[in-house]
């Protein structure tokens, strides 16, 4: 059983950081005794205006994936903003297509925002949506659109249109149809210690009763991304103490990763003693690199594991 609500609260109240670290450290240890923090190669590109998979912008969809595969990348991500045009049958289409081209590259496509859109503008259920497009090509969904899971909190970006249970729902349907799901908190946009813990909570209980979350991920809104007046980024020791006790908390989710993306390699190592057991994505597109795969494979040395890189799910561990 991971720490309770109360001792999570208190360990957000501490000044003891290397206390907290050292019990998620333990956590982590306990669940991965083997020495190994893994890290993954992937893709992202978008699927905005495309219209048939025939087209130029299909093309450009394919150079992504190929140049993705090219270099060793594994999975690939699909996102954008769905539009009213673009329905159930134009997903098939586009994951069809791109299974035919790419048979064995991971599909780990569309948020929960982006398939609650696509379900209304087809008029479908969430499940008979998913199920669609697992059947056309879909292999997991990020959860990368979570933000804070608590209504008392203005969602931002995708998921501002929809509520906390939505989004739950999505993964819930996912989970019950097979699919693995990840989970992320973005946090530091004006939430309260109190929203955080409410968010670990709601992923544990849907954990609990689906077992279908392959990983967590906490994140922190940078100043590109908040518009709260006068906000300020997380420091590292805020990140530092939010992935120990999501860690803590969590501790019925197997896999906690760290983010290379908000947090770059130095916290990313440190993380590696805060609970984390993943390094993150080293993303495999132009201008999204914040470290290359031999970096990140040093930091993870240095922290004292073995590197390993993984798939999406954590289920295949590469040697290289």
Excluded at 90 to 118: D, G, M, N, Q, Y
Excluded at 281 to 296: D, P, R
Aim: aromatic share 8%; hydrophobic share 40%.
């Amino acid at each position: 059983m991971g720490i309770s609500r109360n001792e999570a609260l208190e360990c957000f109240a501490s000044d003891d950081l290397i206390g907290i670290g050292m019990e998620a450290d333990a956590v982590r240890r306990k669940l991965h005794p083997e020495g190994v923090v893994t890290y993954t190669l992937d893709g992202k590109t978008t699927y905005a205006e495309t219209v048939e998979p025939s087209t130029s912008a299909f093309a450009r969809i394919c150079d992504s994936i190929a140049e993705t595969a090219a270099m060793g990348g594994t999975s690939v991500t699909l996102q954008s903003e769905a539009t009213p045009t673009q329905t159930i049958a134009w997903f098939e289409a586009l994951f069809r297509r791109t299974k035919e081209h790419f048979p064995a590259v991971w599909l780990h496509c569309l948020s929960a925002s982006e398939i609650l859109t696509v379900a209304e503008h087809s008029g479908l259920t969430v499940q008979d949506t998913i199920a669609r497009l697992r059947d056309a090509g879909l292999d997991s969904i990020p959860g990368n659109d979570a933000g804070i899971l608590d209504d008392a909190v203005q969602p931002g970006g995708a998921r501002m249109h929809w509520k906390t249970q939505d989004w739950l729902a999505v993964h819930r349907a996912a989970h019950k149809l097979g699919i693995q799901t990840t989970a992320t908190m973005a946090f530091g946009g004006g939430e309260t210690y109190e929203h955080r813990v409410n968010h670990l909570q709601l992923v544990r209980q849907l954990h609990e009763e689906t077992g279908g979350f392959a990983s967590f991920t906490p994140l922190t809104f940078s100043t590109q991304s908040s518009t709260v007046p006068g906000f300020e980024e997380p420091t590292a020791v805020e990140y530092l103490k939010t992935l120990a006790i999501s860690r803590m908390y969590l501790d019925n989710v197997e896999n906690v990763q760290s983010n290379l993306e908000t947090q770059g390699l130095k916290v990313v190592q440190v993380s590696l003693r805060f609970g984390a057991n993943d390094a993150g994505s080293v993303m495999l597109v132009e201008g999204a690199n914040a470290a290359t795969e031999e970096q990140v494979r040093q930091v993870i040395r240095d922290a004292g594991f073995q590197p390993f890189q993984r798939d999406t799910l954590y289920r295949t561990m590469f040697l290289n």
